[in-house]
T-cell receptor, first 119, second 118 residues
Framework: AQKVTQAQTEISVVEKEDVTLDCVYE???????LFWYKQPPSGELVFLIR??????QNEISGRYSWNFQKSTSSFNFTITASQVVDSAVYFC????????????????FGQGTILTVHP | GAGVSQTPSNKVTEKGKYVELRCDPI?????LYWYRQSLGQGPEFLIY????????DSGLPNDRFFAVRPEGSVSTLKIQRTERGDSAVYLC????????????????FGPGTRLLVL
């Protein structure tokens, strides 16, 4: 069965600090997808990134970067020079490819990490 | 374009009552998902539709929960004989869907319906 663990329940930083959110996953599939979502106080889940299991290249998007390492089953998320607007709950999620090679997107989420950025 | 919409945004009901929660997916999205998020937890999968059919309902907690998508667009999640433990935020997501290998799509979420059972 698939599982996602976000060991950090809460993180508090001061603005402009860098912060890394950890995500460790478990899956038996060789083809799978990893996601990060942001849930601000308004409650709506906002998609940040999708990565498939065959692509281990790190990715950078502005102040956000992601480090995918299959060897350690981790998909960590770093925010550089954090801002107050980054305060939110961040979820890591995993989906496996369906049987017979069909796509199937049931997401398994971690418990989330509450990030608070203080001015 | 419009995102996923859900109505009502809030629903308060009494224990034992019946409720319906509605989800309007993004136009053209064939895949639709329902999740439930309890306070302080990540969303948990309930059911997945590909078109009109429920491709996977393994996440529905019991037979009081049922969902339909009769025309392959709007979906309704129905909860009978509500219990206090059903109180949660019910999230709907949609994606383009597809049956080709490697065609995994990103799911886009609606704002959720906050259900409170008194």
């Amino acid at each position: 069965a698939q599982k996602v663990t976000q060991a950090q329940t809460e993180i508090s930083v001061v603005e402009k600090e860098d912060v890394t959110l950890d995500c460790v996953y478990e899956t038996r599939d060789t083809t799978y997808y990893l996601f990060w979502y942001k849930q601000p106080p308004s409650g709506e889940l906002v998609f940040l990134i999708r990565r498939n299991s065959f692509d281990e290249q790190n990715e950078i998007s502005g102040r956000y970067s992601w480090n995918f390492q299959k060897s350690t089953s981790s998909f960590n998320f770093t925010i550089t020079a954090s801002q107050v607007v980054d305060s939110a709950v961040y979820f890591c999620a995993l989906s496996e490819e369906g049987a017979g090679g069909t796509s199937y997107g049931k997401l398994t989420f971690g418990q989330g990490t509450i990030l608070t950025v203080h001015p | 374009g419009a995102g996923v919409s859900q109505t009502p945004s809030n629903k308060v009901t009494e224990k034992g009552k019946y409720v319906e929660l509605r989800c309007d997916p993004i136009s053209g999205h064939t895949a639709l998902y329902w999740y439930r998020q309890s306070l302080g937890q990540g969303p948990e999968f309930l059911i997945y539709f590909q078109g009109t059919g429920a491709a996977d309902d393994s996440g529905l907690p019991n037979d009081r929960f049922f969902a339909v998508r009769p025309e392959g667009s709007v979906s309704t999640l129905k909860i009978q004989r509500t219990e206090r433990g059903d109180s949660a935020v019910y999230l709907c997501a949609s994606s383009l869907g597809g049956e080709m290998r490697g065609d995994q799509e990103t799911q886009y979420f609606g704002p959720g319906t906050r259900l409170l059972v008194l």
